[in-house]
């Protein structure tokens, strides 16, 4: 027997191989060797590796090619890890959706669960099911998440070979069995190969997650961006991209470049500075394929590329697809050409390196801060190689990621399938993930599931050290047809609490700029919480297409957090539901962001569809609860909040201070009468049940202290 810290016990058979994995003495997994072969031996012994010290079973089958099991428990981390070294496959299929299975195969052996996976092709839509609804269990997804009645939770995926891997689900008699396996299309495997598994536990799907990441991340080396430092996740952008105005499409009797002048110019003369400009598809020439002849500038719409990016004054963020089979680079690189079952074709470079390095120095010439690469799926699609060979897709997107991490480009992966998420531990350049669908303003079927696919997918995306990026949208109604944004507000607040890039796409004069100082300074930069707003966990127990979805993020100073609470009513009815004011421990008051109101009591909701509320959790600090800006979704954001700290007196102090000139609103709710100073100059008294509301002007780099101390002392 094999323990970690007593909590999580592994039992094998020496004989069967089978294997059974309790916590806390509760069977949760029986396991076997699915193609029964024949076991040589048995060897146990202790190891350690990035995830930390471990204890392990070993085994060679009699598969006739040295195949090697092996099952890792960590000491210190509920993590089981199993990988098998040259595994006998016997491909009947060739076909995707038929798992070559591998090992193990796993049975879930709870009575009652709830789960959580997400669809494995683009665009990875979150499906919840249930031991009472198990039709809904896709056939295979990257990763799976269950938890039991007890909320032991549980996270499964592939821990190498993210895109030949993935994990198959069975479905019998209301018992779950996940496996490893290779897709059905994976031709051969190279002598020596490994194949890897992980299963993670926590408390609920949620913390199981996360739980995940932490593992996954450790064992890959791979740490977050600080998105203090890169632009592309410090600044809002202006976005060209499928969802903005000007996709495929400039001001009447205006060239592109001029557009994108005049759009910068305004914005500026607005007293809001972009920190970069993406150029979608339309940038670059195309083949009759509509794929990428040489990823430079189309002549047809820069007459001189270098001159249009003096004159923009902007950095650039670079968008990318699949390379067109007509692609004049065949003259001096090697490719391969793919197709799907339609006929639609594409190609990709087998000297993927030199061609990588080559757009890569492009955009560093160019000033480009941002790679984005697009119609990841679509290479997965069309390729036959990346789906059947074990290494191929490694290669390609290594050599991508080291190209532009050379010249310190870092990347976006947009369209991908769920192994996209998980290849993207290996690179540390790639630092973002398009969680959702494309935006639409016009919403023909409402945009509801976009809210659902981004809120979920954030979890899976910032657990595994990526940042996810909700797409461009439309800031006001302000627009013609087709562009007009109802929901404006609602898309703006989803941004602000992704912790992810964020970019606009309006047209010339039509941008709501008290949208934006919601979410961003005059100088660009965002406003963003510690981390991105995660669905709570109940909210892994049922559809949120029938239950509505809360999320939750925060700002937390010396044990002080401020937390951010949007309700999103994404079903088809009224939601009602309840804001309890202790939800956390410690004592809150509730401030109402777009009512303005501080309430020191629960707060109960009736929503129509698609309607949001928003609420800040305000810790009671001493005597009294303080909001640092009311104009900002974040309103305590450490972009602008440098430390606050209790006093001894029951009262506290806030040191803010910004990088450009802007105006904040506090707001303070008071318990007992307060005296208020600013840079130890009294301002006010703020007098029990009468919310007082101050203004104060900051200037660049120059700290300002707000002090509340008991009245009188």
């Known amino acids: 027997m094999l323990s970690l810290n007593g909590r999580i016990t592994l039992n094998v058979s020496c004989d069967t191989g089978e294997f059974e994995i309790k916590i806390m003495n509760q ?23 990035r995830l930390g010290a471990f204890s392990y079973y070993s085994a060679r089958l009699e598969t006739g090619k040295k195949t090697k099991i092996q099952i890792r428990t960590y000491w210190n981390f509920p993590a089981i890890l199993f990988s098998v070294r040259n595994p006998c496959i016997n491909n009947e299929y060739e076909s995707f959706d038929h798992p070559i299975f591998l090992f193990p195969t796993l049975e879930i052996n709870w009575m009652e669960y709830k789960g959580f996976t997400c669809s494995y092709w683009c665009w990875p839509t979150p499906v919840f099911f249930s031991s009472e609804k198990l039709d809904k269990i896709p056939k295979y997804s990257s990763f799976i998440f269950l938890k039991n009645l007890e909320n032991i939770g549980l996270a499964a995926s592939p821990a190498n070979a993210f895109l ?7 479905v019998k008699n209301g018992t779950i069995k996940i496996s490893l396996a290779l897709n059905g299309e994976v031709e051969r495997i190279p002598e020596n190969s490994k194949f890897e598994s992980i299963i993670v536990f926590g408390n609920g799907i949620k913390e199981s997650i996360q739980n995940w990441g932490k593992a996954l991340t450790k064992l890959y080396n791979k740490s977050r961006a600080d998105f203090n430092r890169h632009p592309l996740l410090k600044y809002i952008g202006y976005w060209t991209d499928k969802g903005a105005y000007y996709y495929y499409r400039t001001e009447k009797k205006l060239s592109y470049d001029e557009t994108l002048k005049r759009i910068i110019k305004y914005l500026k003369e607005n007293g809001f500075k972009p920190g970069y400009v993406e150029l979608d598809s339309w940038w670059y020439e195309k083949g009759d394929d509509n794929g990428i002849l040489t ?25 990318s697809r699949f390379f067109s089979t007509e692609t004049p680079l065949k003259k001096y690189y090697q490719f391969i050409d793919g197709a799907d079952r339609r006929g639609k074709q594409l190609s990709i470079p087998l000297d993927s ?38 290494d191929f897709y490694l ?12 010249y310190e480009i870092p990347i976006i992966y947009c369209m991908p399938t769920t192994a996209f998420y998980l290849a993207s531990l290996h690179f540390p350049s790639v630092i973002a993930i398009r969680t959702s669908d494309d935006y639409y303003a016009k919403r023909l079927y409402g945009n509801e599931h976009l809210w659902i696919q981004n809120f979920y997918c954030s979890l899976i995306a910032y657990s595994l050290a990526l940042y996810p990026f909700f797409d461009v949208f439309i800031t006001s109604e302000n627009h013609p047809k087709d562009f007009k944004e109802p929901y404006a507000a609602e898309e703006a607040l989803a941004r602000a609490l992704s912790c992810g890039p964020i970019g606009i796409g309006d047209r010339l004069g039509c941008t709501d700029f008290n949208i934006l100082r919601r979410i961003c300074l ?18 892994f127990d049922n559809d949120p297409s029938e239950n509505g979805l809360i999320v939750e993020t925060l700002s937390e100073f010396s044990g002080l957090a401020w937390r951010y609470v949007a309700v999103w009513n994404v079903s088809k009815n009224d939601l009602v539901c309840k804001l309890d004011r202790r939800m956390w421990e410690g004592e809150y008051v509730l401030y109402e962001w777009f009512g303005k109101a501080l309430k020191a009591a629960d707060v109960k909701l009736r929503l129509a569809p698609r309607q949001v509320a928003y609420y800040v959790y305000a810790p009671i600090i001493g005597q009294s609860s303080l909001i640092v800006d009311s104009l900002s979704y974040v309103t305590n954001s450490k972009i602008f909040v440098r430390e606050i700290y209790e006093d001894y007196d029951g009262g506290w102090e806030v040191t803010i201070e910004s990088p450009c000139s802007v105006t904040i609103n506090p707001m303070i709710m008071a318990f007992k009468p307060i005296d208020v100073f600013i840079n130890d100059r009294f301002i006010k008294e703020v007098q029990p049940g009468r919310p007082a509301s101050l203004e104060i002007r900051i200037k660049p780099r120059i700290p300002v202290v707000l002090k509340a101390k008991s009245h009188g002392l």
């Open 27 to 49: 069977k949760i997994i029986t396991g076997q060797i699915r193609h029964r072969w024949k076991i040589q031996r048995w060897n146990k012994g202790e190891g350690k590796d």
């Open 164 to 170: 030949p891997c993935y994990i198959a689900t069975e």
């Open 295 to 319: 990823w430079t500038p189309d002549p047809t719409i820069f007459k001189d590329f270098e001159h249009f990016l003096s004159d923009l004054k902007c950095p650039i963020v670079l968008h």
């Open 353 to 390: 390196d030199k061609v990588y390095h080559e757009m890569a120095a492009n955009a560093s010439k160019w000033r480009c801060i941002g790679y984005e690469q697009d119609w990841l799926t679509t290479h997965e699609e069309r390729v036959e190689r990346i789906r059947s060979s074990i």
């Open 395 to 406: 290669k390609w997107l290594e050599d991508m990621a080291k190209a532009f991490e050379r």
């Open 522 to 539: 005059p100088d660009g930069t965002l406003i963003k919480p510690d981390r991105p707003a995660f669905p709570l966990e109940e909210c």
